[in-house]
């Protein structure tokens, strides 16, 4: 094995490629996991949530390698990997998990309890997320390798296909959970909160489950063009504050049968200051009596950028009586990646889902991941697929 050279969370607003320690077959605290296989990661995507921690809204510590959406080849295993050969190409969900505590075995992957001692969830490069080293890289480790990679079935179709399927690792999952948790389905009149890749993914979801309708709200311009121009209808928020009125321009009617947050904690009202719970209050008001609201958005319990007290402690004011009063349904929390993925995958490999350039992937090699965050960061239409080795057509 070369080298190592990874993204580098340094500090609030600032990343490095640099040298990192090489991957090995180890858990945070040193020990040695045979049960995990090391990868050299063929490509790895910069995540909105990504951004959150770079931003400084999260207690990130410097010096963390970031990346959570990896794929990679099978180069190393440890003596009890069965499944899976040197050589195999594999997706990694975002979600580190065990595949034996009660959550896992009941599917619930994205709250794992074992993979982290602090709390309930584990991933690879953030913050809280149980220590695991970010895929950013050219190398990494994944525990319980059998039970958390999503083998590719014949490499040289994977490659072909590999700017769709690197977004089976989180942002094409989450955005399909946020469709299915928020009732999507044949005739569904949609919402869809942010025209970023998660917001994209999950309109690209509702309309492969059958929706009617799918609109896609935004204050970016450039983002809502793209999502009009892969067939989403755009909403355009620095238009109006009254979001039911240009819902109801569109499809005769201010509510939706179903609505998506796919935006979070870092939310902005009209008039252009930070409100947190915006976007939910919204939902809870265009949707119909009896709807449901898929929240595949991040939302904290620390963010010491917030706007006031409350909101630092992930504590926001939300009309949750209205919910309430409308018989809603809310669904929050890591999207489980292994109850999709697969599926997902046969959508891809059979020219059902092209998620690539729904989200405007774009491939850029690891060294300039520092201008793609950048980038990313300043609203750009585009969804960054990082090239470790260099072995990614453009």
Known sequence: MSSNRGVVYTGPGKVEVRDIPDAKLEAPDGRRIEHGVILKVISTNICGSDQHMVRGRTTAEPGLVLGHEITGEVIEKGCDVEMLQLGDIVSVPFNVACGRCRC???GDTGVCLTVNPARAGGA?????????IGGQARYVTVPYADFNLLKFPDRDRAMSKIRDLTM??????????GAVKAGVGVGSVVYVAGAGPVGLAAAASARILGAAVVMVGDFNKERLAHAAKVGFEPVDLSASDRLGDMIAQITGTPEVDAAIDAVGFEARGHSGG???????????????AAGSIGIPGLYVTEDPGAVDAAAKQGSLSMRFGLGWAKAQSFHTGQTPVLQYNRQLMQAILHDRLPIADIVNATIIPLDQAVEGYESFDQGVARKFVLDPHGGLAA
């Open 168 to 177: 089976l690792s989180d942002i094409l999952p989450t955005g399909f959970h």
């Open 274 to 288: 930070e409100q947190p719970a915006i976007v939910l209050n919204q939902m809870m008001e265009i949707t119909r």
């Open 104 to 106: 896992c075995r009941e």
């Open 124 to 132: 690879y490069g953030y913050v809280d997320m149980g220590g695991w």
